[in-house]
């Protein structure tokens, strides 16, 4: 079937600390995936995509590369901000479909 | 407005009540999707509409949750004989067209609750 996997939050970083959110992914076909972000009291944003093997989706400085030998699509950041902190879920969009799947999301908190 | 518009944005009824819930998405957008996400976990696929036709009810959890759309824009998702288990956001989305490709844009969702 279809579906993602991602690392169990919470996470709790110091500001300028590096980040990695991990994110692993079983699918059919040939998957998009997307990173999308949930700030304190607003709706899903997304964050950054990446529709083929060996892209790279980048925003905000944050990045994430599409891993197909590892059916990885894990997110990080060199340098966190207070600002960074919202819950982050990996999803999966799959060739045939037009759901997507979710992962549970996690939750990143930055202390300054 | 510019982004998919929810509404209500709270709702809190008592169990056995029907509900209706309402979403305005991008204009433009031929796809709509609603989700819902409870407490602790992912977000759960409700129904998709691609313009008026809803090719695809998978989601639905039971009979007593039906879905909507009209004139291509406006959907109403509608839970009737609400049951405790109902309580959750349900968010709404819309994508330009049909495909893994395309990023879906979400509204801030309507947190239900049933007491």
């Known amino acids: 079937g279809n579906s993602v996997t991602q690392m169990e939050g919470p996470v709790t970083l110091s500001e300028e600390a590096f980040l990695t959110i991990n994110c692993t992914y079983t699918?059919?076909?040939?998957?998009?995936l997307f990173w999308y972000v949930q700030y304190p009291g607003e709706g899903l944003q997304l964050l950054l995509k990446a529709t083929k093997a060996d892209d790279k989706g980048s925003n905000k400085g944050f990045e994430a590369t599409y891993r197909k030998e590892t059916t990885s699509f894990h997110l990080e950041k060199g340098s966190v901000q207070v600002s960074d902190s919202a819950v982050y879920f990996c999803a999966l969009g799959r060739t045939g479909a037009n759901n997507l799947f979710f992962g549970t999301g996690t939750r990143l908190t930055v202390i300054p | 407005g510019a982004g998919v518009s929810q509404s209500p944005s709270n709702k809190v009824t008592e169990k056995g009540k029907d509900v209706e819930l309402r979403c305005d998405p991008i204009?433009?957008?031929?796809?709509l999707y609603w989700y819902r996400q409870s407490l602790g976990q992912g977000l759960e696929f409700l129904i998709y509409f691609q313009g008026n036709s809803a090719p695809d009810k998978s989601g639905l959890p039971s009979d007593r949750f039906s879905a909507e759309r009209t004139g291509g824009s406006v959907s109403t998702l509608t839970i009737q004989r609400t049951q405790q288990e109902d309580s959750a956001v349900y968010l709404c989305?819309?994508?330009?067209?049909?495909?893994?490709?395309?990023?879906?844009?979400f509204g801030d969702g309507t947190r239900l609750s049933i007491l």
């Open positions: 989305a819309s994508s330009l067209g049909t495909g893994n490709m395309q990023p879906q844009h």
């Open positions: 204009s433009g957008h031929t796809a």
């Open positions: 699918a059919t076909g040939y998957p998009s």
